[in-house]
């Protein structure tokens, strides 16, 4: 594949990449919630599974626990020291889950579950309904300590198994984007290749007429023949903008920077006195306030930005209308007042191929290559339209 193919392609791809991320961070999204209801679920099973693990030996102690409340009970005059045992804490409740007495660690929240970790995270409670009040006893609580390792065992399979799983279905979300946008891809591909042969092809004829109207002689025509060969060089100037376009796109790229200090003013009265054939064929009048100002750039690129711009202004103006033009230092403003363009629609008009109106205009490439090549230059551009009071471009450089 060859240079200038590259260049057209990552730059007509533009619009590609953005419907891969908008893709991407919709197909991420989903993934990360779909990961964590998962990852959740895994959790919330596993301290079941080991709650219910911790059940039968808490039990046991409760058991224990139990007897030696009935024995303290009954010969509570002799005996007054409440049972304790190295492997667990207790403490009693009565019916209204007043504490009797407790030698619990925490608090407990919750006298309706039989098992559950306590807030700190550090215990397990165990609670035992009794049926004989056993020194005014209902609620007997068993505590012992979490150790935490489960927890940690279960956070590390949530952590590996949740980034493997999101690498794979992020590859795989990532083939899939590419296999929905190859057909763009391609049509784009197709595009270029075509617009490239094209220009090939236009290169001949077009010189040719251009050279043959500048040398009649308009003098001993009629003035039928001077329409009509005023109709023919309006069409072939077009043609011929749009061929620079297309040459600027395809072939032009590739050669050498040759930067200099340009004098704008004479630039501009030149390129408008080129389009003021393409003006008049729909009555439209320049109004110029062009002052002194020079910039440091290529001549090619800047007469591209400035044809550009004044082809768009004669192409999307009324019959009739006016082209503004204010020159000044470090500032350019080309300005109609023709048909505008809503502003939802202006972060898109400098994408390849993008057409507002399908009545006017060529491929949709005019506006692309101004906005390439201000970026390559480090210029601005701002835009201000009004649906049906024109559009103002102002391009600004420094120093």
Not at 62 to 84: C, N, S, W
Not at 161 to 171: C, N, S, V
Not at 254 to 269: N, T
Request: proline share 2%; charged share 25%; aromatic share 12%.
């Amino acid at each position: 594949m060859s240079v200038s193919k590259n260049k057209a392609t990552n730059s007509v791809l533009k619009s590609e990449k953005k419907s891969l991320l908008r893709f991407l961070a919709l197909y991420i999204a989903m993934i990360i919630f779909v990961i964590t209801l998962l990852a959740l679920f895994y959790y919330q099973s596993q301290e079941k599974l080991m709650l219910a693990e911790q059940r039968a030996t808490l039990s046991k102690y409760a058991y224990i626990q139990t007897k030696r409340l009935k024995v303290l009970h009954h010969y509570f005059d002799e005996r007054t020291e409440y049972p304790r045992d190295p492997r667990f804490n207790s403490a009693i409740y009565d019916i209204e889950y007043m504490k009797i007495f407790s030698l619990l660690n925490s608090e407990p929240k919750n006298f309706n579950r039989e098992i559950y970790i306590t807030k700190d995270q550090n215990h397990i409670h165990f609670i035992k309904s009794l049926d004989e009040y056993y020194l005014g006893t209902k609620y007997l609580i068993i505590e012992i300590e979490d150790d935490g390792v489960w927890r940690n065992e279960i956070w590390k399979n949530i952590i590996g198994y949740g980034a493997a799983a999101f690498l794979l279905f992020f590859l795989f979300g990532l083939y899939l984007a590419k296999l929905f946008l190859k057909p763009m891809r391609d049509s784009i591909m197709l595009l270029d290749r075509f617009i490239k042969d094209t220009t090939h092809e236009l290169n001949t004829p077009l010189s040719a007429i251009l050279a043959n109207i500048e040398m009649m002689d308009t003098e001993i025509m009629v003035d039928k023949n001077k329409k009509k060969l005023n109709r023919i060089n309006i069409a072939a100037k077009t043609v011929s903008t749009l061929y620079k376009d297309l040459t600027y796109m395809t072939l032009e790229q590739e050669k050498k920077s040759e930067e200099e200090d340009i004098a704008i003013k004479p630039l501009i009265q030149n390129r408008v006195e080129y389009f003021d054939i393409l003006a008049k064929s729909k009555n439209i009048t320049f109004e110029l306030d062009l002052q002194h100002a020079t910039i440091f750039m290529e001549r090619r690129k800047l007469v591209r930005i400035i044809d550009n711009l004044i082809s768009n202004a004669i192409k999307y103006n009324i019959r009739g209308g006016k082209i503004i033009i204010i020159l000044q230092e470090h500032m350019l403003s080309i300005r109609d007042t023709g048909i505008g363009i809503e502003q939802t629609k202006i972060p898109f008009m400098f994408d390849r191929y993008m057409r507002f109106n399908q009545s006017e205009g060529g491929f949709g490439v005019g506006l692309s290559i101004v906005k390439q090549i201000i970026d390559e230059c480090g210029l601005t551009i701002e835009v201000d339209s009004e649906v049906g009071e024109g559009t103002t471009m102002k391009i600004r450089w420094s120093r």
